[in-house]
């Protein structure tokens, strides 16, 4: 009786491996079994990247550059192709044959994109303009920390095109450029490009701030100015906006790049407003007080109101903004002019 019902469960076999090849029978949407004198592995890529095989336990047991044969034993394996994977079904006298697709980000610059899991895990990066090979699957490309859902589909090449942002100056300062949350994403040189997957960015340039948008295949150029105070001394000058922050400072008689728009320099704590206008330099000449020689050992600067600016020890210049000012040396009180690029000496 049980002989009779196998011999009847493998006539049906039959009848129906007559109907449909069983051994040409696809395994999923993304594989299929071809008939062959040998037994593996073949993954179907536009790219020359490598395939891996791993058996149940996860260890790697052979890999081979993409469109050849690896060799394998009938069984179930985890195939990997740029750290994507997809389970595969090999079976006696037959080739699985399985088709791969590419994702490509192009862009003008020479950098590298990324692509993760949905879970955030990096799989795979390239340089822009050069194709990745993936299992077929939905994935995540990042571009100078800007990420993007994708879909990489069997056979076809999903092509993203990212859009060029570049700050223009004449130092060797750094821009950088944020996410609408205020988050850094990359930064370089001015007159160096950076490439961006579209989308609304803050660019930052000694702290001063602006608005751009980046579009795919187009350049976003943003200009800035220079901005420098000259004087006779070793010190400082200060760059604020006008609300009265301060954003950066350099030393007198260099240059400090600062993207177009008002502020405020500050001289020993005398503040000049000026505006920044893209590719030209803006400069606020200093005069040079000298206050000695004398027997007492500091000298103090104060403006119009009374209110101190600073001091210094006698016979060492204090750089200050054309203006009136008053001195104190001991009790004794000076009013005197300063002029822009002359020198002011004020005896006790």
Request: aromatic share 4%; glycine share 4%.
């Given at each position: 009786m049980i002989e009779r019902r196998l011999r009847e469960v493998m006539a049906f076999v039959g009848l129906v491996c007559g109907l449909v090849s069983c051994s040409e029978a696809p395994?999923?949407?993304?594989?299929?079994?071809?008939?062959?004198?040998?037994?593996g592995l073949r993954v179907l890529s536009n790219t020359d990247a490598y395939f891996y095989a791993d058996d149940r336990e996860g260890t790697q047991v052979g890999y081979e550059r993409a469109n050849g044969v690896l060799a394998l034993e009938p069984g179930t394996y985890r195939a990997r192709l740029n750290d994507s994977h997809h389970a595969v079904t090999i079976r006696s006298g037959?080739?699985?044959?399985c088709t791969a697709g590419e994702l490509l980000l192009t862009g003008s610059t020479d950098e590298y994109y990324y692509v993760l899991d949905t879970a955030g895990t990096q799989l795979a990066y390239e340089r822009l303009g050069r194709a990745i090979s993936l299992f077929p699957g939905s994935y995540v490309a990042k571009l100078n920390d800007v990420t993007a859902p994708v879909t990489v589909v069997p056979g076809d090449t999903s092509e993203f095109v990212s859009g060029t942002l570049v700050v223009t100056g004449t130092t060797e300062e750094y821009y950088y450029v944020l996410d609408p949350a205020g988050a850094q994403l990359a930064y370089n040189r001015l007159g160096r490009p950076l490439s961006f997957l579209p989308g609304d960015f803050?660019?930052?340039?000694?702290?001063?701030?602006?608005?751009?948008?980046?579009?795919?295949g187009r350049e976003?150029?943003?200009?800035s100015g220079d901005v420098t105070a000259v004087g006779t001394t070793d010190d400082y000058?200060?760059?604020l906006d006008t609300a009265g922050t301060q954003l950066g400072y350099e030393r007198l008689g260099r240059h400090t790049a600062y993207l177009p728009g008002s502020y405020r320099v500050r001289v020993t704590n005398q503040e000049v407003p000026l505006d920044v206008v893209a590719d030209e330099l803006t400069e606020v000449q200093t005069g040079t007080l000298h206050v000695g020689p004398g027997d007492a050992d500091y000298y103090y600067?104060?403006?119009?109101?009374?209110?101190?600016?600073g001091y210094n020890k006698l016979d060492t210049p204090t750089p200050l903004p054309a203006g009136t000012y008053d001195v104190k040396i001991g009790d004794d009180v000076q009013r005197v002019t300063i002029m822009a690029g002359e020198t002011t000496t004020v005896t006790p």
């Open positions: 395994p999923d949407e993304i594989c299929r079994l071809e008939e062959a004198q040998e037994t037959g080739v699985t044959v803050t660019v930052r340039l000694n702290k001063s701030t602006s608005a751009v948008r980046v579009a795919a976003t150029m943003v200009r000058f200060y760059v600067v104060l403006d119009e109101a009374g209110r101190q600016l």
